[in-house]
């Protein structure tokens, strides 16, 4: 069993001896407007603009959002998204526009578990997507090449550990497919190792109520330095595959959500920044 596998296997066991978390005291969400307007060159034309907030303090990373009025409603669990959200750091980084949303259902019964929303940075000049490329393709090009956050927003109360071992599930899954189309090396693999463990740690033992959102933040490359994942109020990893697989796997297949894979590759459909 590789290094990787067993460094899964490990952090889904209940028996694994858990990390001791001290949880980050999480900051409220605002529903005031933002006072300014930008122009934003975006799929959805949006025009409010919310602020995600990311600073790194002891180790910790904190994210606040301040949430513009100017949103997107699922109409399948009446959950409302920011058509755009901009991330505050040290190195400016324009909006990220809303490219789509969708429900993830679960059973026979498809009982509603979360509404979930991409964003991303599609003005970023790294990306090169023609008109006539594959939608699924330029899913792949804005994922690699651009910042992005995945937005989770439970229909009901659940718990951080729930959703950790869903992600530790869905890095198996991508880990099994890069295995088979020969994509991750050896030194990779072991390279996942330590921030996989770390995925597992920075999720506290505690509930996630109802409603309550989870940013993951997907930071755009930088050359020479390994790509940051950040869960909002909890933590990140850093690390190129775990990292950019983790955002992938909701658009491998139908993904955890069908609905918002079609949204995506709807809005993305007629998409362009490149002759």
């Known amino acids: 069993m590789s290094l990787l596998f067993r460094t899964l296997a490990a952090a889904r066991s209940n028996a694994c001896q858990r990390s001791t978390i001290q949880t980050v005291a999480r900051r409220p969400f605002s529903t005031s407007a933002s006072s300014s307007t930008r122009g934003l060159r975006s799929l959805l034309c949006a025009?409010?603009?919310?602020?995600?907030?990311?600073?790194?303090?002891?180790?910790?990373?904190?994210?606040d959002s301040e949430q513009s009025s100017d949103r997107i409603t699922d109409p399948a669990t009446s959950i409302e998204?920011?058509?755009?959200?901009?991330?505050?750091?040290?190195?400016?980084?324009?909006?990220?526009?809303?490219?789509?949303?969708?429900?993830r259902t679960v059973s026979f019964?498809?009982?509603?578990?979360?509404?979930?929303?991409?964003?991303?940075?599609?003005?970023?000049?790294?990306?090169?997507?023609?008109?006539?490329?594959?939608?699924?393709?330029?899913?792949?090009?804005?994922?690699k090449n651009t910042d992005c956050v995945v937005r989770i927003v439970p229909t009901r109360s659940t718990s951080y550990t729930h959703l950790r071992d869903a992600f530790i599930r869905a890095l198996q899954g991508r880990l099994v497919i890069a295995k088979k189309e020969g994509t991750l090396s050896e030194e990779q693999e072991q390279a996942a190792a330590s921030p996989i463990r770390k995925l597992k740690s920075i999720f506290p033992n505690s509930p996630l109520?109802?409603?309550?959102?989870?940013?993951?933040?997907l930071a755009a490359p930088v050359p020479g330095r390994p790509r940051a994942l950040v869960f909002?109020?909890?933590?990140?990893?850093?690390?190129?595959?775990v990292s950019t697989e983790l955002v992938l796997h909701y658009f491998e297949g139908d993904g955890p959500s069908p609905p918002l894979k079609k949204s995506v590759l709807d809005n993305l459909k007629?998409?362009?920044n490149y002759p």
Do not use: C
């Open 270 to 272: 007629d998409f362009s």
């Open 209 to 217: 109520a109802k409603h309550t959102p989870l940013d993951m933040y």
């Open 109 to 143: 019964l498809g009982i509603k578990v979360y509404s979930v929303g991409f964003y991303a940075d599609l003005s970023n000049v790294n990306l090169k997507i023609p008109k006539d490329m594959d939608p699924e393709d330029k899913i792949r090009e804005i994922v």
């Open 232 to 241: 909002r109020d909890l933590g990140a990893i850093e690390n190129d595959w």
């Open 81 to 103: 998204f920011p058509k755009a959200i901009s991330v505050q750091a040290k190195t400016k980084i324009p909006p990220l526009q809303l490219v789509g949303l969708g429900v």
């Open 47 to 63: 025009v409010g603009v919310g602020a995600l907030a990311v600073s790194v303090s002891l180790g910790r990373v904190y994210l």
